[in-house]
C-alpha cells in the first residue's frame, strides 16, 4: 500500500480506542457570530431582497462588538441556503397574451 508502518500502527491504535479512524475535532478559529445573529442575518435577508451584504455587513455587529467583514455575511447566508441573486430588468410577459407555440 507504500504506507509508513508507523502510520497503520497508529491507525489500529486509534480504531481500538476510540471506535473510528478520523481525528478528534480540534478547536479552530471562533465564530465572530453566534446562532442567533445568523439567524438574524438570514432573516433580514429573506424580509428585504434587495438588501446588500455590505449594507448588512455595516449594521450587524458581531461577537464582542466585532465589525463584521461581507465575506463573513456571504459565508452565513450561503451555509443557510441563500444564494445571490439580481433582480430581473425587462419587459414582463404579459400572461393574458397568447402565444404561439
Known sequence: ??????????????????????GRPRSGRPRCTTQRQDRNLVRNHMN?????????SRQTRGR??????????????????????RPYIGPHPDPASPTST
Request: proline content about 0%; charged content about 25%.
Open 1 to 22: 500500500m507504500n504506507v509508513n508502518r508507523k502510520t497503520i500502527f497508529r491507525l489500529k491504535q486509534r480504531l481500538h480506542e476510540t471506535d473510528t479512524v478520523s
Open 64 to 85: 464582542n462588538n466585532q465589525r463584521m467583514s461581507a465575506n463573513t455575511v456571504r459565508r452565513r447566508l450561503s451555509t443557510s441556503g441563500l444564494r445571490a441573486r
Open 48 to 56: 428585504n431582497r434587495l438588501l446588500s451584504v455590505s449594507a448588512s
